[in-house]
């Protein structure tokens, strides 16, 4: 099993997503638990990341590990539709303005997905008003801001600003992904900070079950 495990891994890496999508039904038929192929993907993803920021890979790459991740999770939803149900409010993603990398929140909302989350998905490059709006049309909670590079900070500390001045603040919870650390959180104003994919799902239902607005990472 671990052998499996780590050869998904592998495979991810290298972007083989005809052994990434065979391994993934041989796990499934050992009754290795979606939820656990799914961190590995997810592992793999972030080899693949690495490799982006050494020159290794190029953004087709990354684009191609979403591709594949996307595949992975038709796969394992496949006769489990009970898992694709939402039963948790609606929760607002969005790569903030000037930022168009989607790869970490498209991974992030497949697995909330996954975990009965209904998500809003606003997609890249989306102007801060786009969040206020669909804060009001969905009367979300929780709203996650996701950037890769320096200009995205801006741009959540902007978005995070017009929340506060349409008066939704008080009541909405803000998780900043990518690459963000606490400095960045304090920077931009947000609740939470958020780099493990696997773990917004987590913190989410944390969040909406005692609405603990006390900032802290994961």
Same mark, same amino acid.
């Given at each position: 099993?671990?052998?499996?495990?780590?050869?998904?891994? *592998?495979?991810?890496?290298?972007?083989?997503?005809?052994?990434?999508?065979?391994?993934?039904?041989?796990?499934?038929?050992? *009754?290795?638990?979606?939820?656990?192929?799914?961190?590995?993907?997810?592992?793999?993803?972030?080899? %693949?990341?690495?490799?982006?920021?050494? &020159?290794?890979?190029?953004?087709?790459?990354?684009?191609?590990?979403?591709?594949?991740?996307?595949? %992975?999770?038709?796969?394992?939803?496949?006769?489990?539709? %009970?898992?694709?149900?939402?039963?948790?409010?609606?929760?607002?993603?969005?790569?903030?303005?000037?930022?168009?990398?989607?790869?970490?929140?498209?991974?992030?909302?497949?697995?909330?997905?996954?975990?009965?989350?209904?998500?809003?998905?606003?997609? %890249?490059?989306?102007?801060?008003?786009?969040?206020?709006?669909?804060?009001?049309?969905?009367?979300?909670?929780?709203?996650?801001?996701? *950037?890769?590079?320096?200009?995205?900070?801006?741009?959540?500390?902007?978005?995070?600003?017009?929340?506060?001045?349409?008066?939704?603040?008080?009541?909405?919870?803000?998780?900043?992904?990518?690459?963000?650390?606490?400095?960045?959180?304090?920077?931009? &104003?947000?609740?939470?900070?958020?780099?493990?994919?696997?773990?917004?799902?987590?913190?989410?239902?944390?969040?909406?079950?005692?609405?603990?607005?006390?900032?802290?990472?994961?």
């Amino acid at each position: 099993m671990l052998k499996l495990q780590k050869m998904l891994v *592998g495979a991810m890496a290298r972007l083989d997503d005809t052994m990434v999508l065979n391994l993934v039904k041989q796990g499934l038929r050992m *009754g290795i638990s979606p939820y656990v192929l799914l961190e590995e993907i997810r592992a793999g993803t972030d080899r %693949v990341g690495e490799l982006y920021s050494r &020159g290794e890979y190029f953004l087709s790459d990354l684009i191609m590990a979403s591709e594949i991740f996307k595949d %992975v999770l038709a796969l394992v939803n496949q006769d489990r539709d %009970v898992r694709t149900k939402a039963f948790y409010p609606t929760v607002i993603f969005g790569t903030v303005e000037e930022d168009i990398h989607d790869i970490g929140k498209n991974i992030t909302t497949g697995i909330m997905r996954y975990n009965g989350f209904d998500i809003c998905d606003l997609g %890249v490059n989306v102007p801060a008003q786009n969040f206020v709006d669909a804060v009001n049309l969905h009367n979300s909670r929780i709203v996650c801001l996701t *950037g890769l590079i320096t200009e995205a900070f801006d741009s959540m500390k902007n978005t995070i600003m017009l929340l506060e001045e349409a008066g939704l603040r008080e009541r909405t919870t803000v998780i900043i992904g990518g690459l963000v650390n606490e400095s960045v959180r304090k920077y931009t &104003g947000a609740d939470y900070w958020a780099t493990d994919c696997t773990k917004v799902a987590e913190l989410c239902r944390s969040i909406l079950a005692t609405d603990n607005r006390i900032a802290q990472s994961l």
